[in-house]
């Protein structure tokens, strides 16, 4: 079958694709600080000096710095296999 998108259709779904990750990304950065951090930090956790649970703000924040980190990783990857 020879199908032919429409460079908008390939945006679009690039764009929802991209946010799609992105909210995954920030879900799981909730419940892997939830889920870890007052187990690994308790101390500090009942002292205030680390927050139980992260806003969505801060999740972003996170997600954003984890997918720069996994970019230049994969650019260096493409880089050594050339």
């Keep these: ?9 390939v945006i679009a779904i690039a764009a929802v694709t991209i946010v799609a990750g992105f909210a995954v990304l920030m879900v799981l950065a909730k419940f892997l600080w939830a889920w870890i951090i007052p187990d690994l930090f308790p101390g500090a956790v009942s002292a205030g000096l680390v927050v139980v649970s992260i806003s969505w703000m801060t ?3 996170l997600a954003v710095c984890v997918s720069i980190i996994v970019g230049m990783v994969g650019v260096k990857k493409c880089r050594q296999a050339a």
Excluded at 1 to 9: E, G, I, Q
Aim: aromatic residues 16%; without cysteine; charged residues 15%.
């Design 1 to 9: 079958m020879n199908r032919t998108f429409s460079l908008p259709a």
């Design 59 to 61: 999740a972003f924040k």
